[in-house]
């Protein structure tokens, strides 16, 4: 049964960068037909989708993140990574990554999703 | 960005209820709309997509239904262990976006 778990610094200070990793067991990050996401929930506020990354490297990220963040994948270990530059408070947050189906029937829907971790930017 | 509205935002309902909860998009997304739930400390749990297809595993319980901009999440007799938060996402156009929650209680 595939699992994600993310991992990475729960505290972070203002202006320096995110770094998260999401490692994938039970299963291979290259299969085919899925893509692999960050997700996220401030505290008290909603899921903002923040992108997706492909075991090629092919990523698309939110506009509203764009210009801070960078996805990166490896194969060999069977992982993801996310860097978000630049943090503030408005950052703060639960970080999930997510296995994202490309199947025609069920298009960009994540059917596999980490606990979550949280992200505290705070100096 | 698409915007993606939840009402109730909080539901409060006891063992056996039937309960509907409703998803709203900004504009058509045709059928491209999924639903999953949320339970403290646990991982998110995928359980319907494209409007009404249950994923493996998924009790028949939980039903959707709707198109275009209006859509609902209903679960037929409550079970104990469906008290959580449920959220809608529209996978129509990037960014995916998602309804602000449905937090269900027990009454």
Not at chain 1, 65 to 91: E, I
Not at chain 2, 13 to 33: E, M, P
Not at chain 2, 45 to 66: D, H, W
Request: one cysteine or more; glycine letters at 8%; a positive charge.
């Amino acid at each position: 049964q595939l699992q994600l778990q993310e991992s990475g610094s729960g505290l972070v200070k203002p202006s320096q960068t995110l770094s998260l990793t999401c490692v994938v067991s039970g299963g291979s990050i290259t299969s085919a037909g899925y893509s692999w996401s960050w997700i996220r929930q401030p505290p008290g506020k909603g899921l903002e989708y923040i992108g997706f990354i492909y075991h090629s490297g092919s990523t698309y990220y939110n506009p509203s993140l764009k210009s801070r963040v960078t996805m990166s994948v490896d194969v060999s270990k069977n992982q993801f990574s996310l860097n978000l530059t630049s943090v503030t408070a408005a950052d703060t947050a639960e970080y999930f990554c997510a296995r994202t189906l490309r199947a025609p029937a069920a298009p960009d829907a994540f059917d596999i999703w980490g606990r979550g971790t949280m992200v505290t930017v705070s100096s | 960005d698409l915007q993606m509205t939840q009402s109730p935002s909080f539901l409060s309902a006891s063992v056996g209820d039937r309960v509907t909860i409703t998803c709203r998009a900004s504009r058509n997304i045709s059928k491209y709309l999924n639903w999953y739930q949320r339970t403290p400390g646990e991982a998110p749990k995928f359980l319907i997509y494209t409007t009404s297809s249950l994923q493996s595993g998924v009790p028949s319980r939980f039903s959707g239904a709707g198109s275009g901009t209006d859509f609902t999440l209903t679960i037929s007799s409550l079970q104990r262990e469906d008290f959580a938060t449920y959220y809608c996402q529209q996978s129509y156009t990037t960014p995916y976006t998602f309804g602000q929650g449905t937090k269900l209680e027990i009454k």
